[in-house]
């Protein structure tokens, strides 16, 4: 047994993120199901509902780079739409409202930041604290009912494609090729990897912790909050429930794709195509006939298991 | 000793403030509302006292009472919620101390599949609970209401587990040593870390799967829903009470006024009519608040 597990070939192909073999699973799955669905039209369509998760995903990865998660998510998304929507800005432009929303999800990253960075409070309560709060505040601007309608130049935008693919699936991509080279060519990218690597270490070869750590997080808001307008263009009204299970699938896509806490081997397209594998899995879910709680279920068992493969890695190379 | 105050201070204001708070018959209805809390919460403490949080809590509360209200006899059901509570227990214990899996994320991953079992069993809020858990929770015994032996009883078996037990003091030895960023401490001194955190993690599901038969017995019925936000609504209070979520520091008896504090709070803001949006955001501010005032050396998670 442990000859075959020692095996280099083997070896080599443990290190490939699951989401790479998970995405690759589900497409032939629906090609022996489904094979009428596998056109570009179809799939762009479907590939398009994810791209608000496919932008949290990089607000995600950032800060499991560092060691940090951030769940905040689902609360930036609710006021950034509760803002749009609600009509509380009459008549106000377009880059007035993205101005805002980035600002506000900037505000809030940067709070997370200080209080995990700064205050060293656990990343897990203060983001999960911080989105109750906001949902909380936002049910009760909007006493729990929807609150109005999105200006309809976001849902206009929203539904440009260019050739087959939809322009936010392009939107996504760009960003996810920006984040690359910004993890990988600058020095707070270099930073990021060194403090996910060993905190310590980093300290007392003189990188910032701290201030990576704050940065990291405030840069995860203002993507939250980047994240937040694509959904509300493509929902196209306001809700005061959409978007609350984004942040959990984030997490999940992240660690499909090999980002687990401080490890970042699958780098920035590890995630991204965890977030695809969601895409195609929602879609086989649906078209075998499972309902959400199935989804939940399934949603579950990826963490669980994306972890446990990650976990039984560390401790045998430890 | 401030949590207590501030529990104190809550009463007399409520009691100034409206008519109703100083009647029996709210004082009683109080510790009936807040049993469920106490008893997570004292859950919650065997895994927060080594540093870990169980995220889980909140939905096998959920799936205890839909349990219960499956068209089943008492006899079958009542030791099935705990069996699955153990199986719970065991498989994040397991998960975290063998499989090397962050505890958050273990928990987490969980959280979602149970929710998801749960809304199998029963989608939407009905069914009827065993007559014997109505009983034991409606009912009362020599003129005291049942609740009141509730949190007698659990009290009791809290306090042995942790501080009568070799059991409790390990815990807080393995806490002690992760709070202090050397979480080999404990294993170098010859306590069976893995074994323990596994048992605290059983102990966790356990209590909360009571306190999901106690909320069963409440609410006579199933609902998918009735647990959502127990866990961060437990881990305040456990925060609360003093607690450190680094983990090695704690005490029974400050997690149970921590709950009671929250459950004062609860009442109050029910009586003073604050909209249940705004009490959610303000026990999660609640939450902010003491954990930022704890002080730890790790960052990050």
């Given at each position: 047994m442990s000859a075959i597990v020692k095996h280099p070939f083997l070896q080599r192909l443990l290190r490939v993120p699951p989401a790479y073999y998970v995405f690759a699973i589900l497409l032939i799955t629906l090609w022996i199901a489904r094979p009428h669905m596998l056109n570009a039209n179809i799939m762009g369509i479907f590939i398009r509902q994810v791209a608000p998760l496919g932008v949290l995903v990089l607000a995600q990865l950032l800060v499991m780079r560092v060691k940090s998660i951030d769940l905040s998510g689902g609360g930036i998304l609710l006021l950034v739409n509760y803002v749009i929507s609600s009509g509380i800005f009459p008549g106000a432009s377009m880059p007035f409202f993205i101005g805002l929303s980035l600002a506000i999800g900037t505000a809030i990253g940067l709070f997370n930041g200080w209080m995990i960075g700064k205050r060293r409070v656990s990343a897990v309560i203060v983001t999960l604290a911080v989105s109750i709060i906001l949902v909380g505040f936002v049910q009760y601007l909007s006493s729990g009912k929807p609150p109005g309608d999105v200006p309809s130049y976001l849902n206009d935008i929203y539904n440009i494609k260019w050739g087959p693919a939809p322009v936010p699936v392009l939107f996504w991509f760009a960003l996810t090729v920006v984040m690359a080279l910004f993890l990988s060519k600058t020095v707070f990218g270099r930073y990021v990897t060194s403090v996910g690597e060993n905190p310590e270490a980093a300290h007392f070869s003189g990188v910032p912790v701290e201030r990576t750590v704050i940065l990291a997080h405030t840069l995860a808001g203002f993507i939250a909050a980047v994240a937040a307008l694509v959904q509300t263009a493509s929902i196209a009204v306001g809700s005061v429930r959409v978007g609350l299970d984004l942040p959990i699938l984030a997490v999940a896509a992240t660690i499909l794709g090999g980002v687990v806490f401080g490890r970042g081997e699958g780098g920035v397209w590890g995630p991204f195509f965890g977030v695809l594998s969601f895409a195609l899995l929602f879609v086989v879910m649906t078209t075998f006939g499972i309902d959400d709680p199935g989804k939940l279920i399934a949603q579950g068992l990826i963490i669980l298991l994306a972890a446990i493969f990650y976990g039984i890695r560390t401790s045998r190379s430890n | 000793m401030l949590p207590l105050l501030i529990a104190i201070a809550n009463s007399v204001y409520l009691g100034l403030r409206t008519d109703q708070f100083l009647g029996s018959e709210n004082l009683f209805n109080l510790i009936a509302q807040a049993m469920p809390l106490v008893i997570t919460a004292i859950g919650q403490m065997f895994v927060v006292v080594v540093g870990d949080l169980d995220l889980s809590v909140g939905s096998l509360i959920s799936f205890t009472t839909a349990i219960l209200a499956l068209d089943a006899p008492g006899y079958v059901t009542i030791p099935a919620v705990f069996l699955f509570a153990v199986l719970v227990g065991l498989s994040n214990g397991l998960v975290i101390t063998r499989l090397n899996v962050h505890p958050i994320i273990a928990t987490l991953a969980m959280q979602y599949v149970i929710l998801g079992i749960t809304r199998i069993l029963r989608p939407v809020s009905g069914g009827t609970v065993p007559d014997i858990v109505i009983q034991s929770v409606g009912g009362s015994l020599f003129g005291v209401p049942m609740p009141v032996f509730w949190g007698i009883a659990v009290v009791l078996v809290a306090w042995k587990l942790l501080h009568g037990s070799r059991f409790g003091l390990h815990l807080f030895a393995i806490g002690g040593g992760v709070a202090n960023g050397t979480p080999d401490a404990a294993r170098n001194f010859g306590v069976p870390d893995r074994r323990n955190i596994l048992l605290a993690y059983v102990a966790c599901s356990c209590f909360t799967?009571?306190?999901?038969?106690?909320?069963?017995?409440?609410?006579?019925?199933?609902?998918?829903?009735?647990?959502?936000?127990?866990?961060?609504?437990?881990?305040?209070?456990?925060?609360?009470?003093?607690?450190?979520?680094?983990?090695?520091?704690?005490?029974?008896?400050?997690?149970?006024?921590g709950a009671l504090v929250l459950a004062l709070l609860s009442n109050g803001m029910n009586l003073t009519n604050v909209s249940p949006f705004i009490q959610t955001a303000i026990k999660g501010g609640l939450l902010l608040l003491v954990v930022g005032l704890q002080t730890r050396k790790k960052m990050g998670l």
């Open positions: - | 799967a009571l306190a999901g038969v106690f909320l069963a017995g409440r609410i006579v019925s199933g609902d998918p829903n009735v647990g959502l936000l127990f866990e961060l609504d437990a881990i305040t209070a456990v925060a609360v009470g003093g607690t450190q979520l680094s983990g090695g520091i704690g005490s029974l008896q400050g997690t149970v006024i």
